[in-house]
């Protein structure tokens, strides 16, 4: 049987990125739409975060969010990777994760003049840019 909340938010554990597929590590093809990346991320937990498929698992950015709270919130990703990891060590977990971007919307986060160039390459300086705090983290990573 698999624990339930082995860790929290005021307790969390931090694992660590040892696999992104394909350079320079999207699974998708630039559309020119602001949201076009979506990437597959490995972390390593050494075997300390055991799950089934189905679940979820939680991520912390850094932050600040939108609310300006350091770290941000909790946010909930799908697990991707079978019950024993990409790898099949049980010492992995994958996420599938779409980078969150909107341009000139209603609830932007950097300002004109203020974005700046992702991991993908993607920056629209001349706008007014949202980017999810914890999908651009991740797809960073």
């Known amino acids: 049987e698999i624990p339930w909340n082995i860790f929290s938010p005021k307790a969390p554990y931090q694992g660590k990125v040892v696999a992104n597929h394909k350079q320079p590590h999207t699974l998708t093809e630039t559309t020119g739409d602001p949201n076009w990346e979506t990437t597959h991320v490995t972390f390593d937990h050494g075997g300390k975060v055991p799950y089934l498929e189905g679940q979820s698992i939680g991520i912390i950015a850094p932050g600040p969010d939108k609310k300006g709270e350091t770290p941000a919130r909790i946010r909930l990703y799908s697990i991707a990777s079978s019950a024993v990891g990409d790898d099949e060590s049980s010492d992995t977990v994958s996420l599938c994760v779409k980078r969150v971007v909107e341009v000139d919307g209603d609830n932007a986060n950097r300002e004109v003049g203020e974005d ?24 960073d990573m």
């Open 116 to 139: 700046k160039p992702d991991k993908a390459g993607t920056c629209y300086p001349d706008n007014k840019v949202y980017r999810g705090v914890c999908s651009n983290h991740i797809c």
